[in-house]
């Protein structure tokens, strides 16, 4: 077999792979590096197929048994210390992989085609595939029939208790491509090029954008009572007038919250996304002239002209793209354009101190995820996507992601003017924390608690 010509790239496995037992079949058509490891290689596969990554697998390749290292089991091989390449190096070739060693779903995979990569394509990619993943918990492939059969019948007795159970919005014979290739995007590496390159992190890309737009609603733990409560830590008076800038408005949640919270407030909502900057521009409309929302680059730099005599700056999810010594940088440069009255306020994930605390907030984020799915639809769906992407840092870290420990961000900001700095708000990794140039707010006080919440909820009602 021929090697790669193109330095430090490896061939491309066409895999198609198909769930056994089922007709008609659910299959999926995808392509991965060769040098992609199994424990790696298992999570593209949940993530085409469907499935909620919450059970364990198996690789059986040769009469091998692959699977998880932290499975104390003598008979099995770690998965994360051997690629697809070394396993299976011709065209044709078969194995199977399990899902859920209770249920025993059983996937057949088979290499179809090895491949030269190609030149400004991302890998994995899904390119084709038929029919959904039936749902997690269903109990295996003879379940799973009985299932379709009795979702087939409204007249079939149990036939609301399995909808009540799956959620309405299950639909066995649907399967969106693009949605797929969009929950790759985590895990995916850079472009392959034609040429040796540095190992610079992927970027944030329209892809990520709409990503998120998905599973927002149950991946920001309690986003509705963030938004308040970052509400709440503005120093201003709800009819004082006072100029801000969101620093990653997003799709314009908490700008419109702000806006309708302090009816004289002024607001500069910056984003890097044109799908974002669009949807928060139609979502902010009815601000008038009190909003504008421009485009800018986190890492440039010349946004900042925006926070110079700015009373506040308030960011949420974005910093966190930024290493420890650009956030230093960043918030020495927000400190020293404030206004004296000024207040930086930062909402975003946190890294752990110990690996403990890393499992705490891995824990908690899951949680928190799979009961706003079930209280805002009724059904674990949007849960599912949000596990099978590999969304939970704290579960699958990201390159582009670099998360700083609390105390030394409010070490920074002490350092950089900042009189009054604390954490105020922690849950499954999220933090809100932040400084304030002036040791005391308004003299009229702030908004309560109660005002704030009334309008996070406006907002995330408003289309």
Not at 62 to 86: H, K, R
Not at 237 to 254: H, I, M, Q
Not at 290 to 307: I, K, N, Q, S, Y
Not at 452 to 457: C, F, G, H, M, V
Request: proline share 7%.
């Amino acid at each position: 077999m021929a090697e790669s010509k193109q330095i430090n790239e490896p061939l491309i496995y066409q895999c198609k792979i198909s769930l056994k037992g089922l007709i008609p079949p659910i299959w999926r058509k995808v392509q991965v590096a060769g040098d992609i490891p199994l424990d790696k290689f298992h999570r593209v596969l949940q993530t085409v197929m469907g499935w909620g990554n919450y059970h364990s697998y198996r690789f059986i390749i040769e009469g091998i048994t692959y699977g998880p290292s932290a499975e104390a089991d003598p008979t099995l091989s770690d998965a994360a210390e051997v690629s697809l390449s070394q396993v299976s190096q011709t065209e044709g070739s078969k194995f199977i992989y399990i899902y859920d060693l209770a249920d025993d779903w059983q996937h057949v995979v088979k290499i179809e085609r090895i491949l030269p990569p190609q030149p400004g394509v991302q890998y994995p990619i899904c390119l084709a595939g038929q029919r959904a993943c039936p749902p997690e918990e269903c109990g295996g492939i003879w379940e799973y029939t009985n299932l379709l059969e009795i979702f087939k019948n409204p007249r079939h007795p149990e036939h609301r208790e399995m909808i009540e159970q799956f959620g309405g919005d299950f639909d066995p014979e649907a399967f969106d491509l693009g949605r797929v290739n969009r929950a790759l995007q985590p895990i995916r590496g850079t472009k392959i090029r034609s040429k040796a390159v540095n190992d610079t992190p992927p970027a944030w890309s329209e892809a990520d954008s709409k990503l998120y737009q998905e599973i927002a609603a149950v991946a920001v733990p309690a986003r509705e009572e963030q938004i308040a409560a970052l509400l709440t830590l503005l120093p201003f008076n709800p009819a004082e007038p006072f100029r801000a800038v969101e620093v990653g408005c997003g799709e314009g949640f908490l700008a419109h919250a702000l806006l309708d919270c302090f009816a004289q407030a002024q607001l500069v909502a910056l984003d890097g996304s044109e799908e974002m900057r669009l949807q928060t521009a139609r979502r902010l409309s009815a601000f008038g002239e009190r909003v504008t929302v421009e485009p800018f680059d986190l890492f440039a730099g010349d946004w900042l002209a925006h926070v110079e005599g700015a009373d506040c700056v308030v960011s949420s999810l974005v910093l966190h793209h930024l290493d420890d010594a650009e956030k230093q940088q960043l918030f020495a440069a927000i400190g020293e354009r404030l206004s004296p009255r000024g207040v930086f306020l930062i909402a975003d994930l946190i890294q752990p101190p110990r690996p403990e605390a890393g499992e705490l907030f891995a824990a908690a984020w899951d949680r928190s995820a799979e009961a706003q799915a079930l209280a805002q639809t009724g059904s674990k769906r949007l849960f599912e996507q949000f596990a099978q992407i590999g969304w939970n840092y704290y579960r699958f870290p990201d390159p582009m992601d670099k998360p700083s420990p609390l105390f030394e961000q409010l070490t920074w900001l002490k350092a950089a003017g900042f009189v009054v700095v604390d954490c105020f708000w922690l849950q499954a990794g999220h933090a809100i924390y932040g400084g304030y140039k002036a040791s005391a707010g308004s003299a009229t006080g702030g908004v309560s608690f109660t005002a704030a919440l009334r309008s996070a909820q406006a907002a995330l009602q408003a289309r």
